[in-house]
């Protein structure tokens, strides 16, 4: 009998399920009771589909036994919480979305069936995928597998700490600003957020539409590409995707990274960065030149404004998008009202928590009369030229470098007071989305037990070249194999 089904790579029980070792039955029942074991803990389900990943699992099996061998069938994954399943909750971790159903699937999970995926559920989350630490849910709070007074990151915090604590083989997260990769960085896994237009957001309930992008979350880097490989792709229901050839991603590991040209933003190394991760990021680097890459450092003067940035266009796009939370079509509805006007600011009054109320206001004011123009008009002209700085660097380099946060996972509640602070948690992390490229977290070392991560960043529809440079770190260290451990026995 084989022995922690539940750490399995998806490359390692592709194996086993296709040489009949083992059944998804099998699996999916190891990540079920590891589920119910660590859950009381970890936090990071908000729904545990139990019965329809048993019933897809014995389907799997079916289809294995005919010989389909496709690399996701029958693999245990969790899907984050904003994506829409049909007849399933999408709760958004909010109360607005506290009881709806929709009556269509995502694309990627549309995707991930015709794949043969097995879903053990849908993942907490910061409310409406707004915030850093999956504090904001209006649920539960996560807790970090490392841990379990830490915060795991968000907002895709629920699905890193699944994939950390062995309750899921794999997850989806969305990365807005730094969501899925943060939380990797956090939860010690595999993170990797596509080019702007290179997997479908249909489905995706919207936060900030320019900005959102949906990506694995993985316990290697092999895993990232086999999951890439399944969502990737160009679909006519999304007016922003691409209509870009996708490339089979797990052939671009070679673990041959030799002559490549690599960038270290001397900006990401922001002031106030904890100097152990700073300390951690500087080795793994010198790793990749001794696997053969070539290092520079560089400047993205423009970085020290993303900030800012980001923080005009994700607020303002999200005013416009949850504006359809009226109480009328869908949701939560206030029902004690006078009259429509009241029954729409009650429902959104109760309905949405602190950190969307705030980001709702800030969005507005910003795109209010007399001040469109000097906030949201020039933070888009300010985003035209941290894209053109990435232009400039990618003539030269290949991938550039850097932390994937300035610190490993905070306290729980030690931010929640100092939103600016919170903010700050994604300052590496966000001028990638402003720039709509493609970047990955993998796991770099530890600091008294915390887990770190490294971030590194293409050029766009350049997966490969990342996922390449990722894979070759990754079997030149042992970070990967390191196992959080959780005392079950309570927090």
């Not at 597998?145 to 890193?160: E, H, I, K, M, Q």
């Not at 933003?265 to 300390?279: I, L």
């Not at 607020?315 to 029902?335: I, Q, T």
């Amino acid at each position: 009998m084989l022995n922690n089904l539940n750490q399995l790579s998806i490359h390692e029980a592709h194996e086993l399920l296709k040489t009949k070792q083992l059944s998804s039955v099998e699996l999916t029942r190891a990540c079920l009771e590891r589920i119910r074991q660590v859950e009381p803990q970890v936090h990071a389900f908000v729904t545990v589909t139990d019965e329809l990943a048993l019933k897809q699992a014995e389907k799997a099996d079916e289809l294995i036994a005919r010989g389909d061998a496709s690399p996701l069938i029958g693999i245990p994954g969790l899907i984050k919480d904003n994506m829409c399943t049909r007849g399933m909750l999408t709760t958004c971790s909010s109360k607005m979305l506290q009881n709806f159903i929709p009556p269509y699937d995502a694309t990627v999970i549309e995707k991930l069936n015709e794949c043969g995926m097995v879903m053990v559920g849908k993942a907490n989350m910061d409310e409406f995928a707004m915030g850093s630490s999956t504090e904001n849910s209006a649920l539960f709070v996560t807790h970090n597998p490392w841990d379990l007074t830490r915060v795991p990151g968000g907002s895709s915090g629920g699905s890193a700490a699944a994939v950390a604590a062995g309750e899921a083989i794999y997850a989806l997260g969305s990365d807005t600003g730094g969501s899925i990769r943060q939380p990797a960085g956090f939860c010690s896994v595999t993170g990797l957020k596509p080019t702007y237009g290179r997997v479908s957001r249909y489905g995706l309930v919207a936060f900030a539409s320019s900005l959102d992008q949906i990506g694995p979350l993985t316990g290697d880097v092999t895993d990232c590409a086999l999951v890439m490989n399944a969502i990737a792709g160009y679909d006519s229901r999304d007016s922003t995707s691409v209509p870009q050839p996708t490339p089979d991603y797990t052939k671009c590991l070679t673990g041959d990274i030799k002559g490549l040209r690599l960038g270290v933003p001397k900006e990401y190394f922001v002031e106030g960065m904890q100097a152990e991760v700073a300390a951690a990021i500087k080795t793994a680097i010198k790793k990749l030149e001794e696997l053969g890459a070539r290092v520079e450092e560089v400047s993205l003067p423009s970085t020290r404004y993303a900030l800012a940035v980001y923080y005009i266009i994700a607020p303002s796009e999200a005013s416009a998008n949850l504006a359809r939370y009226d109480g009328v079509k869908y949701g939560f509805s206030a029902e004690e009202a006078e009259n429509m006007w009241d029954a729409m600011e009650r429902t959104r009054q109760f309905g949405f928590g602190p950190e969307v109320k705030r980001r709702i206001m800030l969005g507005t004011y910003a795109l209010s009369a007399g001040y469109y123009d000097a906030y949201y008009l020039k933070a888009q002209k300010v985003r035209t030229l941290i894209r053109r700085e990435f232009d400039q660097l990618f003539e030269r380099f290949d991938a550039l470098v850097t932390p994937t946060s300035p610190t490993v996972p905070f306290k729980i509640g030690e931010k929640t007071d100092t939103p600016l602070q919170m903010y700050l948690s994604d300052v590496c992390t966000l001028p990638v989305n402003i720039a709509g490229l493609p970047a990955i977290s993998i796991p770099a070392g530890f600091a008294d037990g915390l887990p770190i991560g490294m971030q590194i960043i293409g050029k766009p529809f350049a997966e490969e070249i990342i996922l390449k440079i990722a894979h070759a770190y990754e079997q030149a260290t042992e970070w990967r194999k390191t196992r959080a451990e959780i005392n079950t026995g309570g927090v």
